[in-house]
Structure formats: C-alpha cells, structure tokens
C-alpha cells in the first residue's frame, strides 16, 4: 500500500499493514476493528494491568498466561484501552490454542483488533519489523518530501520542467502525455502501478505520471476521496499540468466531489485561480466600502450582496430569503452602487460581487483582506 502524509504527521505502519507482512503470519480474530490506527512499537506482557508500562500506540503481545476467565479479559483490555494501546497480539499454542472468545470480544467492542501469532513468530521479530518499516518509511517520506519541493518550484514557475525528468529518469519518457492527481495528505491510496512520482507539498499529496498511470490511480479510488486532476499534456507542459491539479483540487474540496481540469474552465474554477495580488483590488474598492458601511450603520449590505449574487440577481428571491421587502431590497443594491461603482444588477457587477467575496474567504484565519479605513 502508498501512504499519503502532511509535513506534521510523517508516514507510520499502521494495524492493516502487519497482516501484509509475508514474513509474519498473522490472522485477524474477530471484527475488522482499528485497521487505520498507527502503531508505533510493540510490547511483550503478561500483566493484567500493563497500563503503566505501556507508553501509548502499541500493539501488546501476550500468551495468555493470566486471562484465565472473562473478567481478566475485560480487565486486560480494560487497561490497554486506558494506555491507548491500537492491537493485541495473541500469542497461540502457549496456554491456548486460539484467542479466548471473552478476550477478542471485549476488545472489539472497544475498538481493539486481535492478531493471533503463532508459536513459530518470536514476540521479538515485531519490534524488529516495525523498526525497520519505521525506517524505510522516513526514507519514503523524505524522497516525497524532495519531489513535492520540485512539483511545487515547477508549477510556480521558479524551475525548469527539465529537473524533474533529470532527477526522476522514470518519468523521462519522451512522446507520451502526463497527467497528475492532487488529494488531502492524510489520504491512502491503493499502490500505483507503472512508473510515477509522489510528492507531499504541505497539506496536500501530489502524483505525477503518464497518463495512463494517473487515470488508473484515479478509477481505482473514484468515489472514494476527493481529487484534482490535471492533464493531459505533452512532457513540455507539465507545469500547467501540475498547476491544473492543485487548482482543479481547490475546486474539489469546495463542492465536496473530484474535478478536472475541464472544471477549470468555469466561474467557481476561476475564482479559485486568482493571485492574492489579482483579488485585493476587489477587497480594497468592493468589499471594504460595504463592510465599513455595515459597521457604521449595523446594516446587512453585504448579506443582501451575497444573497442576490446566490439568486442570480432576483430581488423577488433575495427578499423573501431575508424577509425584507422587495424596495428594500432595492434600496439596498442602490447603495451598494452607490459604495463601490459597481451595478450589481448586471452581470458584470456580480461578479464582481463574487470575486470579491471569494477572496474574502479565502483569507479568513490569514490576514484579514481589508481594513476599515480610520
């Protein structure tokens, strides 16, 4: 399996990963419960009580020897749940042939899933594995870390297309068309077949590849999550390829569903694209004039803006949404030509509206957009 990460929260083995392992033969007992939960070490006990030895994300690998009835199963699991425990590894052919029922069942009401591990695997092989999949994975992490640096530097434009093809020869595939998919960090994806490259740009994960491999990525997780895609396009016009993602990504998470670089070519994707520096003419001679309008007078200016701009510029549908009468509604866009010299009842003037209002959104939890001028 790929693992998608943020800069904060690098790759980690989780609970579904150990059952992949073919050196390792584990079973699932019981439900299919806490696969995703990261585990970040392992640790032998036979405690019933093993809280206070337990640091947290372990799996707990135990034989058994005291969980002789129900009530030192629950009690067990009980104390792992308290030390944010993820698994228990149950060691069979010791004491019993199979997890206790008890055992397995209060665990999985508590969210616990049970491995069974056999005789033949020592306790010790997991803190052996789990150190050298933590190491391959900060390896993994770092060359992702390095790709995103150059996806990022290619679709700003402060480098040259060539270094990615220089420094990822699996990419260098003269004559064929790429494509590349933008999703949130955090996300999992099935493994990749064909030749690619992934790269993490601070809260997002970026693929880049022949189209053929980034269309295969994407019919593989279609519903599933959220994505950006762009392309495709000759090898010479990756960057707008990588551009097209990030934007067509942007789009995605605002109406909750994928899109495409074809999604590009509306309003909404627009408005997505503009430069901080395109949009605070509109903060500036826009919305600033209603906000101050609006603080000086407590009036809703700019909740009637926005109203008429979701009504497609009815006054009829704008009043009866604010339960305001018809004129005042009018009177209400008469001052708002009035503030900023605009006519919002065309169609230019809305979307001027919008444009403003969409980079005031986006700048919310930044720096705020526009003052009030003292």
């Known amino acids: 399996m790929s693992t998608a990460m943020s800069v904060a929260a690098p790759l980690q083995v989780q609970v579904r990963d150990m059952l992949g392992w073919a050196d390792v033969p584990l079973d699932l007992v019981g439900d299919a419960v806490g696969m995703d939960r990261h585990v970040r ?32 199963c629950a009690h067990f699991v009980d104390s792992l749940v308290a030390a944010d425990a993820v698994a228990i590894g149950y060691g069979i052919d010791v004491v019993t042939t199979a997890p206790p029922p008890a055992l397995v069942h209060r665990a999985n009401a508590a969210g616990l899933p049970v491995l069974s591990v056999p005789r033949t695997v020592p306790f010790l092989t997991f803190t052996e594995r789990l150190a050298q999949e933590q190491t391959r994975l900060w390896v993994l992490a770092q060359d992702r870390l390095e790709a995103g640096h150059l996806f990022d530097a290619v679709r700003r434009g402060l480098a040259d297309p060539l270094v990615l093809f220089e420094r990822f020869v699996e990419l260098d595939r003269p004559g064929i068309e790429f494509a590349a998919a933008c999703w949130a960090a955090r996300e999992r994806l099935p493994e990749v077949a064909g030749p690619h490259r992934v790269g993490y740009v601070r809260d997002r994960t970026i693929v880049l590849g022949p189209a053929s491999v980034v269309s295969g990525l994407v019919e593989a997780v279609d519903g599933a999550l959220v994505l950006g895609c762009g392309g495709p396009a000759p090898r010479q016009e990756v960057r707008r390829v990588l551009a097209e993602a990030v934007a067509a990504f942007d789009v995605a998470s605002r109406r909750g569903r994928s899109a495409g670089a074809a999604d590009l070519a509306t309003l909404e994707g627009l408005l997505g694209r503009l430069t901080h520096e395109q949009v605070t003419p509109f903060l500036d001679h826009v919305l600033r004039p209603i906000m101050e309008h609006d603080q000086r007078r407590s009036d809703s200016l700019l ?64 720096e705020q957009p526009s003052r009030p001028r003292s």
């Open 41 to 72: 070490w392992a640790q032998a006990t036979e405690l019933i009580d093993p809280e206070p030895f337990l640091r947290g994300r372990e799996i707990v690998l135990t034989t058994g020897l005291e969980l002789r009835t129900p009530a030192d």
């Open 303 to 366: 909740a009637t803006a926005r109203t008429f701009v979701a009504t497609d510029g009815s006054v009829a549908r704008t009043a009866e949404a604010l339960f305001l009468h018809p004129n005042t509604v009018r009177k209400r866009l008469d001052r708002i030509d009035e503030l900023t010299g605009l006519r919002v009842r065309e169609a230019a003037g809305r979307i001027a509206l919008q444009i403003a209002d969409s980079g005031h959104a986006r700048t919310l939890g930044h």
